[in-house]
């Protein structure tokens, strides 16, 4: 059940969370409407950090351009399809996902931290992730859900802009709520002054000074290796990731339907599902997460490797990690085991007798 404080920590839309008790639909007029408003800098200087969310994904598509017009190859195609789709979505699930947002490890400290918060191009800002997050977890596809996927694709791709960002006019103690949930980050917030000015958690300044500097170093750290046609390989797929990971709460939410499979699923307060590709890839088998969100790894039985959780015990094995909590054992406990005894117990029953059959 979310708390109060998880029910309004979010800017509602226009057309509300929800209508008669029942979660909204918007239609597509509704949601671009919406979306013009969010959008508009000329109304109010608090419509930065939604304008950011779209600027910096555009600002890599030039990256792309040049590769693919003057240093394309398929070697560093492949490259860059692996930096993208396995690394940066690997790194957004042990570093936003498992320990932005839902702590299941700690870091010894800041020299780790900031080590972990830079392994990659910076895309995501940890505000806009982290908070709502909360607010999916805690409302999971239904009404106040940011990306509730019975709610359709476009409203699950503009939530970025529609739904995530936190309410403008929270009271001082509610603020300093929201800065409690990302402070751990890294993240220096804003004074409660400066969220009224601004609207966020984080300064503009501070934010793109942040991405500018992330951005310098690894591009320079790609030509290092490989010159300008690796560098704009691997920022140009990495547009493809920040296109992609708006639609992926959508996918994991298997398009709004029930598509839960009995012995894979087991978490029965969502539509989550595990999903092969962003399992294999990032270690993101949603499902289980769903069931238990606070555990370090996700891939419970043999089938479902967990590359975030190795990256993670590679970073504890190198004193990086202090402790985590792993819920591996408890899914065993309490929903695989019990599946499988339900299971042989009705494989080893005998079958009703037909009512229709005579004697």
């Keep these: ?19 008669d008790g029942v979660a909204y639909k918007p239609t597509t007029a509704e949601i671009f409407r919406e ?21 910096w994904t555009l600002l890599l598509f030039p990256f792309a351009l040049v590769f693919l017009t003057r240093y394309f190859s ?30 299941a490890y700690k870091v010894r400290n800041g ?24 607010v999916h977890h805690a ?3 239904q009404a106040g859900d940011p990306y509730n996927a019975t709610n359709g694709f476009l409203y699950c791709f503009l ?9 403008r006019d929270m009271t001082r103690d509610e603020y300093e709520r929201v800065c409690s949930l990302v402070r751990h980050t890294g993240m220096r917030c804003n004074t409660y002054e400066q969220y009224l000015e601004w609207g966020s958690v984080a300064h503009p300044a501070r934010l793109i000074a942040h991405f500018l500097l992330n951005w310098a170093f690894w591009y320079a750290a790609f030509y290092a290796i490989g010159g300008h046609a690796l560098a704009t390989a691997l920022f140009g797929w990495s547009a493809v990731w920040a296109i992609g ?33 962003p399992g294999f890839v990032a270690g993101e088998w949603h499902n289980n997460h769903h069931l238990f969100p606070n555990s370090v790894r996700a891939g419970f039985l043999w089938w479902q490797p967990d590359i975030s959780f190795a990256c993670i015990r590679l970073l504890r094995l190198l004193g990086g ?9 408890k899914f065993f406990e309490e929903y695989y085991r019990p599946y499988l005894a339900k299971k042989a117990g009705l494989a080893t029953e005998p079958a009703p007798a037909d009512p229709t059959t005579k004697t």
């Design 159 to 167: 939530a970025g802009e529609l739904h995530q960002p936190i309410r």
């Design 35 to 55: 979306w013009r408003s969010r959008m508009n800098i000329f109304r109010t200087r608090k419509a930065w950090l939604p304008i950011m969310g779209w600027l």
């Design 74 to 103: 398929w070697t560093l195609m492949l490259v860059g399809f692996v930096y993208a789709m396995v690394w940066i979505g690997t790194h957004g699930t042990m570093y936003l996902h498992r320990f932005a947002t839902h702590r």
């Design 139 to 141: 409302m999971s596809d």
């Design 321 to 329: 990690v202090t402790e985590w909590r792993d819920s591996k054992d």
């Design 1 to 19: 059940m979310a708390s109060p404080f998880l029910h309004r920590v979010l800017e509602e839309p226009g057309y509300g969370w929800s209508r």
């Design 245 to 277: 990971i708006r639609a992926h709460n959508y996918d994991l939410h298997a398009f709004g339907k029930d598509r839960r499979r009995e012995g894979i699923d087991f978490d029965r307060d969502s539509l989550a599902v595990n999903a092969m590709w």
């Design 111 to 134: 020299f780790y931290l900031f080590i972990l918060r830079n392994l990659t191009v910076k895309i995501v800002p940890e505000e806009v992730y982290v908070v709502s997050h909360h």
